[in-house]
């Protein structure tokens, strides 16, 4: 990791709109502007806006390019159309998790992966090494993508109000201008909200920033983005998935397609087949009290992510627990720093909109 | 939340802690923790404000704050025994945001060692050690 943490080209703005920064995966990233709870809100209600320019992109092009993809990515990608979206996952041979990512398909033999900030390095040298095998071009993005996700229920709106088409529909991507500047429009996120995804250059990304500020998008950091994605049961690579676990009891079987022998292939295959020894549930604790990551739990398992969820006022998380005590409604305890809470496995996701 | 503020009349742990000592009962602090505390957490989501009767050690954790993101340890900046503790904030923990120094008090003691007062700072001195 560089010693002097790297800046967005949105650091400016962060500044000024009075962000509290920190640094995450080498870079100074807003973590709050005037509240977690008030941008939390904003993202159910209304639309918010989060600078995600940390992220990688790798880009993989040419006639092996799918062949390549197939061989990384856990899930299908010779399903996805030109303009399309996939999520899946990266994994060892041991079927350890390298990384989960959204992959969108450009052009035929064009297709950009969008990385998590901290794996980047890693995952890019896990595509050069397997390009030696499978010979397809593999670029190195980050520099020149800036990123930002646009979430809520007006999202689309005030993107659509400075495009030049429409918007692309979920799970889809496409090139569209906004104000002056090309941009990737994805209709992905991380909220559980509709929304868009942004990708764009750097240098465009500041005005873009300001256009939507100003057409209500309020600024929001990434504690924001973590109780958002956590209340409708996303994984946080580092925090619910890690090399240490593979992605059956991650839940994530849905996304590893084994026909297409993906690296790890054969070893999700087996674990599928007998059932994964621990599971990795949604939790909501009874009572007060707020279980953070590392939290054990009585009987084995352990909390991979907590915090309190806004929406709910109460305490939530994911945790790996054993799969005999992974059903909805089985009673946990957990540690809390020495005092014992009691917790209740419960359905995905623990917020749903209207609820 | 307010701008950041220290008033004159406590004395401050460089934990960032705040004692309160009323010069009408000398033998008494209330706590709480500074506006620097409170604002590097983060909005207050759950305070379990500990039980009356219990000891304090100075510059021991007897209670936590947790905001959305984080899980901090409040500091003892005197010895003594709880007498009374600040049951609004089980309710509207983030009153420890909106009025640090006031309805965001935490616990009063009944102090064990007066004269530990002396090793604590003053607003100046503690501000003064904010700088960075």
Known sequence: ?355 | MADASYPDELLYHPEHDWARIDPARPGEATLGITWYAQDALGEVVFFEAPSVGLTLSKDEPYAEVESVKAVSDVIAPLSGEIVAVNDTLAEDPQLINEDPYGEGWLVRIALSAPAERDALLDANAYSAGLGG
């Open chain 1, 1 to 355: 990791m560089p010693s002097t943490p790297r800046r967005t080209s949105l650091f400016d703005k962060h500044v000024a709109a009075g962000a509290k920064m920190f640094e995450f995966a080498g870079f100074q990233m807003p973590v709050q502007y005037e509240g977690v709870r008030q941008e939390h809100m904003a993202v159910r209600e209304d639309v918010g806006m989060f600078d995600v320019s940390h992220m990688g992109e790798i880009e993989t092009s040419g006639p092996r390019a799918l062949e390549l993809l197939q061989r990384l990515i856990s899930n299908d990608l010779s399903q996805v159309p030109v303009g399309g979206a996939q999520y899946g996952v990266i994994c060892r041979e041991d079927g350890g998790v390298l990384d989960d990512l959204f992959t969108y398909r450009l052009d035929t033999d064009r297709w950009l992966t969008v990385t998590n900030a901290a794996n980047h390095e890693r995952d890019l040298e896990w595509w050069r090494a397997h390009a030696r095998e499978c010979d397809a071009g593999v670029e190195d993005r980050i520099e020149d993508y800036a990123m930002l996700a646009v979430q809520g229920p007006r999202a689309r709106e005030i993107v659509r109000a400075i495009s030049d088409a429409p918007l692309p529909a979920r799970m889809r991507a496409a090139s569209h201008k906004l104000g002056g500047a090309r941009v990737l429009v994805c209709g992905t996120g991380y909220t559980g909200e509709d929304g868009v995804e942004l990708l764009m250059s750097p240098a465009d990304a500041p005005a873009l920033w300001d256009e939507l500020v100003r057409r209500g998008a309020t600024p929001a950091g990434l504690a924001a983005r973590d109780t958002l994605r956590l209340e409708v049961c996303f994984h946080l690579y580092g925090n619910d998935l890690m090399i240490e676990r593979g992605p059956i009891e991650a839940g994530l079987g849905w996304c590893c397609k084994e026909d297409t022998h993906f690296v790890g292939a054969d070893a999700v295959r087996m674990v599928r087949e007998a059932g994964p020894a621990e599971k990795l549930v949604a939790f909501a604790i009874d009572g007060p009290g707020i279980a953070r990551q590392g939290n054990p739990i009585a009987g084995g398992g352990v909390v991979t992510s907590g915090t309190l969820s806004p929406c709910l006022g109460i305490g939530v998380g994911l945790a790996y627990v054993p799969a005999e005590r992974s059903a909805v409604g089985t009673l946990l305890e957990i540690d809390v720093r020495g005092k014992m809470r009691s917790a209740i496995v419960k359905e995905k996701p623990l917020y749903r909109k209207g609820s």
